[in-house]
Every structure is written in structure tokens, then in C-alpha cells.
């Protein structure tokens, strides 16, 4: 059975830093590609952030752009979100997410999201 | 960037009725076009990837269609637990692209 469990949010004051993990179970991580995906309270989804199973690309929303990095750790099975800067518009619950393919597809699989909160 | 423009935003049926759900794209997808399902509280689910394909487990009342710009989510005959928030996404180019959701109630 397919599991993603994030981890690592909390709460922090605007243009501080935090950094997200996401660790699958029950399919070969490094085969492939994930995606970060967020909601803010009572609102819709946003992509983040996404990475190829290698980690050699990654994809940023213009939101978080220069402010987030994605990166992945094969051999730890690991996901991560690194966010600085953070600021209030960036409060959400987030998702970590499988995509289908070793570089791109939908995201076939999503963990329960751990809520990020920035203020003061 | 490829904007996702969803209707109607909210939908309001009985049980065992027909649901109709459009999503538009600002510029061609081709056949990139995904949607999910989510319930309050909930993850959301993949429905129906690359315009028409059926995720693993979903049931047959659920379809989609259509190319390039316009796309379409069918529900044959709602059932209690399709009620939910419905939401399209493009893959065709970066950055990916949600649309803004279609809330499908109990009328």
C-alpha cells in the first residue's frame, strides 16, 4: 500500500524558515517523480514545487520561486521542502504527492499534508 | 502561465442525478488534464488522468473527455459519497496549474 507521510510543519514568524519532509512507503521511491502541492485555509489547491525521480530537475511556482527549494534523498527515501523567507500567504496545509512517471504524470498518490502557519 | 477556469462553481444535485462539470483552459493542453476529487478533511484523489483515463479504483459512473481547451467530468449517477470539491490540473507546461474547483452538493 501506497503511503506518504509529511512532516515537519509548525509554526513561524514571517521570514523564517522551515523545512518539510515527506516519507513514502510501499513503492520504490527513486523511481519516481513527487510534487509539493498546498491549500491555504478554505481555499483550493496550488502547486508548489515538483522534482524528477533523479532530483537532476526541479520545478518551482512563481510564488515560491527563490524563496523554496525541492530536493530528494533516494537513499533515505526522503522528499524535502526547504522554505525561507516564509510570509503569511505562504500559511497552507501541504501536500507531498506521487506523480506517475519517472519525470512527469499526475499525482496518483497523496499523504494527509502537514500545516505550515506563519505569523507573528 | 496556463490559467484553469472551472464551472460552474457550485453544482447542486440529488442523488442518483447526472453531473456535468467543465474545466477551461486559457491555452491548449492537449490531452494533459487531470482531476480530483476531495472531501472535507480529506486528500484529494486522482479521478481521471490525461483527459480521460480512469484512475486505479474508480468507479465507471466517472468519465472524462474532451482536447486542447475544454474538458468535461461526468458523473453518470451521483452517488452519496461523490459529493465533494472537484478540481482540474494541467501538465502540459510549467508551472502546473489547478483550476479553481467546482463543489458538487446535495441539493
Known amino acids: 500500500e501506497v503511503q506518504l507521510l509529511e512532516s515537519g510543519g509548525g509554526l513561524v514568524q514571517p521570514g523564517g524558515s522551515l523545512r518539510l519532509s515527506c516519507e513514502p512507503s510501499?513503492?520504490?521511491?527513486?523511481?519516481?517523480?513527487m510534487s509539493w502541492v498546498r491549500q491555504a485555509p478554505g481555499k483550493g489547491l496550488e502547486w508548489v514545487s515538483a522534482?524528477?525521480?533523479?532530483?537532476?530537475?526541479?520545478y518551482y511556482a512563481d510564488s515560491v520561486k527563490g524563496r523554496f527549494t525541492i530536493s530528494r534523498d533516494n537513499s533515505k527515501n526522503t522528499l524535502y521542502l526547504q522554505m525561507s523567507s516564509l510570509r503569511a500567504e505562504d500559511t497552507a496545509l501541504y501536500y507531498c504527492?506521487?506523480?506517475?512517471?519517472?519525470?512527469?504524470?499526475?499525482?496518483?498518490?497523496w499523504g494527509q499534508g502537514t500545516l505550515v502557519t506563519v505569523s507573528s | 502561465e496556463i490559467v484553469l477556469t472551472q464551472s460552474p462553481a457550485t453544482l447542486s444535485l440529488s442523488p442518483g442525478e447526472r453531473a456535468t462539470l467543465s474545466c477551461r483552459t486559457s491555452?491548449?493542453?492537449?490531452?494533459?488534464l487531470a482531476w480530483y476529487q476531495q472531501k472535507p478533511g480529506q486528500a484529494p484523489r486522482l479521478i481521471i488522468y490525461?483527459?480521460?483515463n480512469r484512475a486505479t479504483g474508480i468507479p465507471a459512473r466517472f468519465s472524462g473527455g474532451g482536447s486542447g481547451t475544454d474538458f468535461t467530468l461526468t458523473i453518470s449517477s451521483l452517488e452519496p459519497e461523490d459529493f465533494a470539491v472537484y478540481y482540474c490540473?494541467?501538465?502540459?507546461?510549467?508551472?502546473?496549474?489547478f483550476g479553481g474547483g467546482t463543489k458538487v452538493e446535495i441539493k
Open positions: 504527492a506521487k506523480r506517475m512517471g519517472v519525470d512527469s504524470g499526475p499525482s496518483d498518490y
Open positions: 510501499g513503492f520504490t521511491f527513486s523511481n519516481y517523480a
Open positions: 522534482i524528477s525521480a533523479s532530483g537532476g530537475s526541479t
Open positions: 491555452q491548449s493542453v492537449r490531452g494533459y
Open positions: 490525461d483527459a480521460s
Open positions: 490540473q494541467q501538465r502540459r507546461d510549467w508551472p502546473l496549474t
